[in-house]
């Protein structure tokens, strides 16, 4: 059998690829908009080469040069390094372990007046940006009632919002959060998956979840970009989960999660084992990250980025992850992923060795 590496027709994705994720969709999330009209956002799929892609093209549909974007730091460094060349204003609103604080959004709204959204010359925010399960560096998941008070805000200030959620199939609870998505009651979610996650990140295959207008747009940049996703990958893809079926494949994240889940109790016994009294830290929830703070340190970076390295251990410093990220940060991140649990012991207790001299 041969197959065509490049059909206009496919620009979207393949059918029978996109009539799957749409099933799954709805099952997972059962979104308000699946029966509403293309002219009140229906919603709709298209297939993206990695969510990464997908993102960048909703960023450049949306964003002019001055406009006002909302986003919650620490953040996943390859969206600032999205968004900044766009020119935009990024605005941060303050989070903690349970994800952005619903009155620190009012409080950054409250500078405008909700009719102000209809007058382009005040120049609202145009979206509001979040990973809300696992965020990528903090571990931490928005919880289901500030996910109602945020889309509240939206619905007043009228902004859209942007939920990247790479980490939604990576929940350590069996009862996963509500999304923004299964509330979504106007057309003004934009929601982004990814399987690199929980199949393979070189497959470079995301899906772009949205208000039928919107997505078609998305689908333009991409006949005048890359074409379309690598035809071959979504085959292969598509067989993988029709020969899984819906049940195949949540057994599949299952059994992901679990590996994800004993990776995240090996690194916090190794943290409680060396880095206690060092430095302080809120375990994960989802996702495959540790965000640590390092008492009596101000500034982490050299810390992370030469002396770790020297001695074998990899991880991030922490001011990659904020807006201004010539600023000083106690912080760092650990990814869970792919050491085994003998490794983050030998980090840890290396890493704890290091503190202390520095201190």
Request: aromatic share 10%.
């Amino acid at each position: 059998m041969t197959f065509l590496s490049w059909s206009s027709s496919n620009d979207k994705g393949i059918p029978e690829l996109l009539s799957w994720l749409k099933q799954l969709q709805v099952k997972l999330h059962n979104p308000p908009t699946i029966s509403y009209p293309t002219s009140q956002g229906q919603m709709d799929i298209c297939i993206t080469s990695g969510s990464q892609d997908g993102l960048c093209k909703v960023f450049e549909m949306i964003i002019n040069p001055g406009d006002n974007v909302l986003l919650n730091e620490p953040v996943y460094s390859g969206t600032l390094q999205a968004l900044k060349p766009l020119g935009c204003n990024i605005i941060n609103v303050a989070s903690d372990e349970y994800g952005i604080i619903p009155d620190s959004l009012k409080e950054v709204l409250s500078k405008w007046k909700p009719e102000d959204s209809k007058n382009p010359k005040k120049n609202t925010p145009k979206f509001l940006y979040t990973v809300p399960n696992g965020n990528n560096p903090t571990g931490n998941s928005l919880t289901s009632n500030r996910k109602k008070e945020i889309y509240e805000l939206a619905r007043k200030y009228d902004f859209l919002i942007i939920e990247d959620d790479p980490y939604y199939f990576l929940q350590f609870s069996k009862s996963w959060i509500p999304t923004f998505l299964s509330m979504d009651v106007d057309g003004r979610v934009i929601r982004a998956d990814s399987f690199s996650k929980v199949l393979s990140s070189g497959l470079r295959i995301g899906f772009i979840t949205g208000p039928k207008p919107l997505i078609e747009r998305v689908v333009l940049h991409t006949q005048v970009s890359n074409l379309h996703t690598s035809t071959f990958t979504q085959l292969l893809v598509s067989q993988l989960l029709h020969h899984w079926g819906e049940e195949g494949f949540l057994a599949h994240i299952e059994r992901v999660t679990d590996f994800y889940r004993n990776q995240k109790d090996a690194l916090l016994a190794a943290a409680n084992k060396w880095l206690s009294g060092l430095a302080e830290w809120h375990d994960p929830i989802a996702g495959m990250f540790l965000w640590v703070k390092i008492k009596g340190i101000s500034d982490v970076k050299q810390l992370i980025e030469e002396k770790a390295i020297k001695k074998e251990i990899l991880m991030l410093p922490g001011n990659v992850f904020y807006i201004d990220s010539s600023a000083p940060s106690p912080y760092f991140r650990a990814s869970f992923s792919l050491a085994s649990p003998e490794q983050m012991d030998v980090a840890f207790q290396r890493l704890a060795q290091l503190i202390k001299e520095s201190l």
